[in-house]
């Protein structure tokens, strides 16, 4: 018998689903871009009249605080019409938007360490950027990622990635498929604020607990690997700045061998300090907002009052 994994058998409703995609992709592409970013913000704010989602990010929001109603109501609407312009850019098929580049040269030092690089991303601003712009310019670029519970949507993104350049390592697999990357001196990218409800590490995060996975801040610990922080997010015109950030490892605690838990703990709270920051600057590209990030922290289940 093969060790192979079946594929899921697509259900009903996933081929018109499938169908729904592939139709709006080909409306998209039709479509002049500022136009098309146009009708974007227009959905996303419709979206968020309609209150798509909505009990999720309010709670989100009252959980860490940090603005008032007012404040975060205009942050909320922003959120919504982000949400509709980054997927305009997602569905583009082979067309570049415009963009600026800002502290390459940290990527480029950590790649020359000869250990491998660890791109830390979030979901904020447009991260699957990072494919169609690099996909085919850097050697051996990886992306962890989780499938698609649509199969049909799923075999799309795969095909997708794949045309440029760019191989997917899938999150049961993560750790090992990471390991391999990085022991040849590659390149993995993984989005570090997943939803993990239990799993992880609390670790503070928008100045509230947070499950946080541990295999960046493992491998980091284990290889010698270099970690890059980095975003792309669109500005008014729609022109992006994708930024480069660096991170080198915390200096351990003292008395803290390289596998101790203080110094993997040092490393989680770096990083999601990196991404608090950037939230805090930008909350409207972060699309966090949409998960149960706190989960184990916040009840997801009870209606925002």
């Given at each position: 018998m093969s060790d192979k994994k079946q594929k899921p058998k697509p259900k009903t409703s996933h081929y018109f689903e499938y169908a729904a995609l592939r139709v709006v992709e080909f409306a998209v592409n039709l479509t002049p871009r500022r136009l098309a970013l146009a009708m974007g913000g227009l959905v996303g704010g419709m979206l968020?009249?309609?209150?798509?989602?909505?009990?999720?990010?309010?709670?989100?929001?009252?959980?860490?605080?940090?603005?008032?109603?007012?404040?975060?109501?205009?942050?909320?609407?922003?959120?919504?019409?982000?949400?509709?312009?980054?997927?305009?850019?997602?569905?583009?098929?082979?067309?570049?938007p415009p963009y600026r580049v800002n502290g390459y040269d940290i990527y480029t030092r950590a790649g020359g360490k000869g250990k491998g690089v660890i791109i830390v991303l979030a979901h904020f601003g447009n991260w699957e950027l990072l494919a169609s712009v690099w996909g085919k310019q850097v050697n051996d670029l990886n992306v962890v990622a989780k499938p698609m519970a649509n199969p049909l949507v799923e075999g799309w993104l795969?095909?997708?990635?794949?045309?440029?350049?760019?191989?997917?390592i899938y999150t049961d697999s993560a750790l090992r498929g990471m390991l391999a990357v990085l022991k040849r001196n590659g390149v993995a990218a993984i989005l570090i604020d997943q939803n993990i409800w239990l799993m992880g590490t609390p670790v503070p995060f928008l100045g509230k607990p947070a499950y946080t996975v541990r295999t960046v801040a493992g491998l980091i610990r284990k290889t010698g690997a270099a970690a890059v922080p980095m975003y792309a997010i669109m500005g008014r015109d729609g022109r992006y700045d994708i930024d480069f950030f660096e991170a080198e490892p915390p200096p351990a605690p003292d008395g803290a061998d390289g596998d101790s838990e203080a110094a993997i703990m040092a490393i989680l709270t770096q990083h999601n300090d990196i991404l608090s920051r950037w939230v805090m600057k930008y909350p409207e590209h972060w699309f966090g907002w949409f998960h149960g990030r706190f989960g184990g922290f916040v009840d997801y289940r009870r209606q925002a009052g």
């Open positions: 968020c009249l309609f209150g798509v989602h909505r009990r999720v990010v309010q709670r989100n929001f009252d959980h860490v605080g940090l603005w008032d109603k007012g404040a975060a109501d205009k942050i909320i609407r922003g959120l919504y019409r982000n949400m509709g312009r980054y997927a305009v850019d997602f569905l583009r098929c082979g067309k570049l795969f095909k997708k990635r794949s045309a440029l350049g760019v191989s997917t």
